[in-house]
DNA sequence: ATTTATAACTTGTATATACAAGTTATAAAT
DNA sequence: ATTTATAACTTGTATATACAAGTTATAAAT
């Protein structure tokens, strides 16, 4: 791989505070420190450093106040993306169980597939797994995934149970999500959904289908969703 | 009201840009002047153009290319909150009904409120009432909506048909919502929602629980939201 | 007519600086 | 001891400027 161009020094500051936030060296509530401070340390000047700390306050890792300081606070929840809850305790890892059902595949776009698709997405075809997820060994979630196959190499071979499609994306291949759409819908549970999700034919279930865009031109992630919420539910915080 | 302190520049602009891009001036794909022209304009210099810029990106209302220009986008749906779209045709506006079926009203909360409430909160009371949607004279969505009754004078007499009750909240009672959750479920219609969405008892229907903060403390907006999918779905852009 | 180079535009990144305005600890006055 | 003023910090807004890098229309060369 060619050696990228160096990152803009207010590209380095967003990334170096956002990684000691996360690492916990800053925690809610705490104060970063001062702009002039910063420019001290990274020997630059404070437009520089306020427009990292701009992208910081946009994507809710700090709040700031006048006279006082950058006040770290709790970063927004991903992007919209709704994940499900449970109604009484909080759901730990070792209750959520992914089953890969189809391993990941190359394949061709079907003809009427929902969203419309470029011409480079129809050339470059897709990659598609589905997975079912349990919660307390309980199925609630069967989803289907289309991946414009595009710059993903050796992506079939790669281990995708637990949440790790975005981590795999992000680290093999440096895929951000940028932004994405999702329609929802009840449903009545068709044959082969009631039987995956252990439901009787009929009862409702919700279904959703989303599309988010990546960083990278024409590769788009589509997902079919079919979600069991007799038990649980999905949710949102924005 | 006493004479709030001059607006800075760089939300005048903000102001002035979004009004223009909010009335049609400019188009989605259109061209903003550019920076240096803005400059003459506004008698001002690139970084505070910029600033205002920067807050068009952020509210989806604009993209910048390098080398091109500031390019008019569809600006983003507002927090993550679901809106109602047809399959065919984009909704027009006059295809769009609100039915107020109770009016709003003071109220206790109830003893087994779904949403865990503050001490002001349970003190303070709310303001409810309940809403019938129609889209081509079809009923789509009932809403029932609770207000903390909290600095909201005269608040009952509102008209809220349309879609006016954040115009109203933020117009009237500088009420801005900062964040909130919802939850999803699929339910069958009961007696009276199916009754009310025209729809078979048993039918399946989305169900949403929402809870929207705002920028005053304590005061939170819940509504609990019963949808008919079989022609619409809920619709979300983030 | 087609290709190529260039000039003139655009936004991206960065420096250097100034004063306004809010917060907080400290020093001075009572 | 308590109040008050101040100094030293913080972020907010703004000016002025420079060069890098991407885009596009135009002029020059073929």
Request: hydrophobic residues 35%; aromatic residues 10%.
């Amino acid at each position: 791989m060619r050696t990228s161009q160096p990152l803009p020094l207010y590209k380095k500051l967003i990334d170096d505070l956002k990684k000691l936030i996360d690492q916990g060296a800053f925690k809610k509530g705490d104060l970063l420190p001062s702009e002039n401070e910063l420019c001290k340390t990274y020997n630059t000047t404070r437009p520089t450093v306020r427009q990292a700390l701009a992208e910081l306050i946009n994507t809710g890792y700090i709040v700031r106040q006048q006279g006082k300081g950058s006040i770290v606070a709790e970063p927004k929840k991903g992007l919209g993306i709704l994940s499900v809850s449970g109604f009484t305790a909080g759901i730990h890892d070792k209750n959520l169980k992914t089953e890969i059902l189809d391993k990941p595949q190359k394949k061709t776009w079907d003809d009427n597939f929902f969203y419309e698709l470029s011409d480079e997405e129809l050339k470059a075809g897709n990659i598609y797994f589905s997975r079912l997820r349990y919660i307390n060994d309980l199925p609630v979630l069967f989803e289907e995934t289309f991946i414009t196959n595009i710059q993903l190499p050796r992506f079939t071979t790669r281990n995708l149970e637990d949440r790790s499609l975005f981590n795999t994306l992000n680290k093999y291949y440096q895929v951000e999500i940028k932004e994405g759409e999702q329609k929802i819908w009840a449903i009545g549970a068709d044959k082969k959904i009631s039987k995956l999700l252990a439901l009787k034919s009929g009862s409702p279930i919700v279904h959703m289908k989303r599309k988010l865009k990546t960083n990278i031109r024409n590769l788009n992630i589509y997902s079919w969703l079919y979600c069991n919420t007799e038990e649980y539910y999905l949710h949102d915080n924005f």
